[in-house]
């Protein structure tokens, strides 16, 4: 115990940014992969302000391709953070997406990771 | 040591901060950036194309200019009010507040446009040119919507471009095709693409 409290007390802020930034020895307190690529942050922020948002859209948005786009909303959609509705407008097929409760919950998890980085890093 | 611990140790803080920054950064512009094109109300836009084809039937039946004008500028103080309650009550639907980055971005580039038509229609009315106006109004009207939703979904700076080119036409024909042309710019644009917006776009 006296040991730990050594440890910590020499060095709190490099035991707190380990935990917060993911390293190998972090242990669970990770950062969310699925969210922290570009991409697919991108995609969960246009969908966390849009009931939903159509595929050009957002490709459009994010000025990226369609494979990119739509491997990364794959991704997404796989992990339950999105759903996807596809429909016919006429001939046209039009795919939808929106942000599920967990991708919301997992928004706010990763925003609150990136102020306390920032907050530790002020500290 | 210690200089040496604190010059190996410093770098690393400051570029964890700077990166959970841009990431922030980067969350509030895309959310901003794909807001604005919500915010924009496709139902406001047909209410706005029905008062300007009423208003077109009205102003078609004046012979005074100045009569004619007013009738245009009330209808144009109606879809004012009309778009910003359109757009208050859409931001409201998505929780989101009007007058934040996107809204007030989206007023900056909307409005210079918008007061150049405003002096143009003084001068102009007062230069006994008020058969241009129609033109005018069109074309400055189109800039703003192509300005105003550069960062939006590619309908709304369509919706700009149509207007814009109806200006010139309305410019290059007869002038007593005036209301005409205000009728299928101002009603008939408003009321396709308000439409479009509203089934795609969310309301």
């Known amino acids: 115990m006296a040991e730990r409290g050594a440890a910590r007390k020499r ?14 020895d972090a242990g669970p307190l990770h950062l969310d992969q699925m969210i922290h690529e570009r991409v697919r942050l991108g995609i969960v922020s246009a969908l966390a302000v849009n009931g939903s948002v159509t595929f050009t859209d957002l490709r459009g948005l994010l000025d990226t391709t369609d494979g990119n786009l739509s491997a990364h909303a794959r991704k997404l959609e796989e992990a339950g953070y999105i759903a996807c509705k596809k429909s016919f407008e006429g001939r046209m ?21 990136m102020e306390a980085i920032i907050r530790a890093t002020r500290s | 040591m210690i200089p040496a611990r604190r010059a190996r ?62 009738t245009w500028i009330v209808a144009a103080g109606l879809s004012f009010l009309v778009a910003v309650a359109g757009m208050a009550l859409k931001a409201r639907a998505a929780g989101m507040p009007l007058v934040s980055g996107p809204g007030r971005k989206f007023a900056s580039s909307f ?17 006994g040119e008020a058969a241009l106006l129609p033109g005018v109004w069109l074309m400055l009207y189109g800039t703003a919507v192509v300005t105003g939703g550069a960062h939006s979904v590619r309908i709304i700076p369509l919706t700009g471009i ?6 010139v036409a309305a410019l290059l024909a007869p002038p007593a095709w005036g209301d005409a042309f205000m009728a299928a710019g101002f ?12 089934r795609r776009h969310g309301g």
């Open chain 2, 9 to 70: 140790s410093t770098p690393e803080p400051v570029a964890l901060h700077d990166r959970a920054m841009d990431n922030l950064r980067f969350i509030r512009e895309t959310m901003e950036r794909s807001a604005s094109f919500t915010a924009v109300s496709g139902w406001a836009g047909v209410a706005m194309g029905a008062v300007a084809v009423g208003a077109a039937w009205i102003a078609r039946g004046q012979t005074a200019p100045m009569a004619w004008v007013v």
């Open chain 1, 93 to 113: 097929p039009k795919t939808e997406y929106a942000l599920t409760p967990l991708g919301r919950r997992e928004l706010q998890a990763y925003l609150d990771h």
């Open chain 1, 11 to 24: 060095a709190p802020k490099e035991h707190e940014l380990a935990t917060l930034t993911g390293t190998a």
């Open chain 2, 187 to 198: 009603g008939g644009l408003h009321l396709v693409f308000g439409f479009l917006i509203a």
């Open chain 2, 111 to 127: 409005a210079p446009p918008i007061l150049v038509g405003g002096v143009l229609t003084v001068v102009l009315f007062l230069h």
């Open chain 2, 162 to 167: 149509g207007f814009i080119l109806l200006g």
